[in-house]
């Protein structure tokens, strides 16, 4: 009875370690590479308990990317803080825009993954985000 659990607890991990065939992945990269520019920035200093708005801005050749998902991470730079996970608004013209309500003091790393309409994901970061007390 063991041997087979153990048996179907392996073929379940095998299978779960299969990739797709090429093509079926989307493309992810941090922009560079694809010529898309993805800007990040904060618009208010982060405070701790206040909320601050991360603003986006997605171009691909100097046009505005529209239609894009983008999530956005932010995360402690030290283990042990639930990370905050927001999905941005779309503003119009490229631009998007995430509530970032700071539970803690202390560095952040913030990180937004935008998913394009063709299905190619993006991503950019802002490291060594210092939230304050107030």
């Not at 995360?75 to 503003?91: C, W």
């Not at 994901?121 to 490291?127: G, K, P, Q, T």
Request: net charge negative.
């Amino acid at each position: 009875m063991v041997r087979w659990m153990v048996a179907l607890l392996l073929l379940a991990l095998l299978t779960g370690c299969v990739r797709t065939q090429q093509g079926q992945e989307p493309m992810e990269s941090d922009g560079q590479s694809s010529g898309i520019k993805m800007e990040l920035h904060l618009a208010e200093k982060p405070t701790l308990g206040a909320v601050s708005s991360l603003e986006m801005t997605l171009t691909r050749a100097g046009q505005p990317i529209t239609g894009a998902v983008v999530q956005v991470e932010g995360a402690m730079s030290h283990a042990g803080m639930e990370p905050l996970l927001v999905e941005a608004t779309e503003m119009g013209e490229g631009a998007y825009q995430a509530p970032l309500a700071w539970s803690m003091a202390g560095e952040w790393i913030v990180t937004a993954r935008a998913t394009l309409t063709d299905g190619s994901i993006v991503w950019e970061s802002l490291e060594s985000v210092e939230v304050l007390s107030p």
